[in-house]
């Protein structure tokens, strides 16, 4: 029985010796096969000597704005690109309006247009007044009614003028006379022109020069817009036109209230086209104290 007993206790610990081995032969194997298998494979390597190189010509470096330079270091402020408004400074912008009631006419027989540039002094219109209370031009009686005036004030300053060289007349009665015939004149030849203004569409320079009063453009510039046409009726204070003037010109810029304190406002700004390059002409302008604008929709000031 004991002999029995330890023979028992060999095989089996033989087997589990067996067990053992083959346990540890199957954990092994996969380690060795992963082992063994690279993690990349490159095919058709190239080395390095046998890439492909490119060398540009001297133009074509220049055509391509390819350049070398030395690498400095060096302070670059900080810059917030906008877009802008020019406009033209307070003061600078006009709009002419009639004197008196009147018919508008283009000056020199040409008609101004929106855009075009006028000198300080040229006239844009004239101006041809209307008696009070009267809505129409060029009424045949009145220019025989003025000529009949002109014509009886223009013997009466020649008989007084007759007199004084006759020792028989006073020097006051030939200046009144004198001052009777100017004022007669000008009803006359406003008479005509008035005429001539309803019946012609080419009235007499001369005439319409010496019955009508120069709208001129009270400074160098451009007209901005024109509000009426010629040949039109306006009654006192009507807005004709409006220039602006070109020298100089405010750039107005609209700056968010979250970026207004990164702004320095006592350095220059530079000035470009749309769609200009960074380093392309550009130029410099001052900072000036002007009245304070905000946009609460857009949130700029």
């Known amino acids: 029985m004991n002999k029995h007993h330890i023979f028992r206790k060999l095989a089996g610990l033989f087997a589990l010796c067996i067990l053992l081995a083959s346990t540890w032969s199957c954990s092994k194997e996969p380690k060795a096969a992963a082992g063994n298998t690279p993690p990349a494979k ?3 390597g190239v080395k390095e000597s046998a890439l492909t190189t490119v060398t540009l010509s001297p133009q074509a470096e220049q055509r391509l704005g390819v350049e070398t330079v030395i690498v400095e270091r060096r302070k670059l402020p900080r810059a917030l690109e906008l877009g802008g408004e020019i406009i033209a400074p307070p003061g600078r912008e006009v709009t002419i309006a009639a004197p008196v009631a009147g018919v508008v006419l283009a000056a020199n027989g040409t008609e101004p247009q929106a855009g075009m540039t006028v000198r300080k002094g040229q006239a844009v219109f004239r101006l041809l ?4 209370g009267q809505d129409f031009i ?6 025989a009614l003025k000529k009949t005036q002109y014509r009886v004030t223009l013997a009466k300053a020649e008989r007084a003028r007759q007199l004084l060289q006759d020792k028989a007349g006073s020097e006051k009665a030939l200046q009144e006379a004198q001052a009777e015939l100017a004022i007669a004149e000008a009803a006359y030849k406003s008479a005509e022109a008035r005429l001539q203004l309803s019946n012609s569409h080419n009235p007499d320079s001369d005439i319409i020069a010496h019955s009508t009063m120069a709208l001129a453009a009270p400074f160098d510039g451009v007209v901005q817009h024109i509000d009426v046409a010629p040949r039109q009726n306006v ?5 004709l036109f409006q220039i602006a003037s070109q020298n100089p010109v405010w750039v107005r810029t609209p700056v968010y209230v979250g970026d207004l304190s990164s702004v320095d406002r006592q350095q220059p700004a530079r000035i470009s086209s749309f769609g200009a390059a960074k ?5 410099e302008a001052q900072p000036v104290q002007g009245p304070t604008l905000s946009d609460a929709n857009a949130a700029s000031t």
């Open 279 to 283: 380093d392309g002409a550009a130029f």
């Open 42 to 44: 490159v095919q058709n």
């Open 129 to 132: 007044p209307l008696p009070a």
């Open 235 to 239: 009654a006192a204070g009507t807005a």
């Open 138 to 143: 060029g009424a045949p009686e009145e220019v």
